[in-house]
Nanobody, 118 residues
């Protein structure tokens, strides 16, 4: 079992910045992907960013240039830095973990709320 805990969400003003963090614990496969989805009011959960233990990075086109993903493989931690926040970034941000080449499917955190408002 893999457990994920997110932190760093909150209320911020448009144009501000925020960094989200997620730490995975449990039985971690040594090759894996970790990243973020988000779900805004009235929308389906959408993929945001992914980073693998091997260093591959993918960012959704909709947020490229404002969002940066990083991770620490030794600590099983992934971060999401969000710059120039916009009201449409308001969402619950969910961290995920997925083994690559191992058993088991995707694991999810409980989510952290990001609200962008004046």
């Amino acid at each position: 079992q893999v457990q994920l805990v997110e932190s760093g969400g909150g209320l911020v003003q448009p144009g501000g910045s925020l960094t989200l963090s997620c730490t995975a614990t449990g039985t971690i496969f040594n090759t894996n992907a970790m990243g973020w989805f988000r779900q805004s009011p009235g929308k389906q959960r959408a993929w945001v960013a992914t980073k693998t233990t091997g260093g591959l990075t993918h960012i959704a086109d909709s947020v490229t240039g404002r969002f940066t993903i990083s991770r620490d493989n030794a600590k099983n931690t992934v971060n999401l830095q969000i710059n120039n926040l916009k009201p449409e970034d308001t969402a619950i941000y969910y961290c995920y973990y997925e083994p690559i080449g191992g058993e088991g499917g995707r694991s999810w955190g409980r989510g952290t709320q990001v609200t962008v408002s004046s």
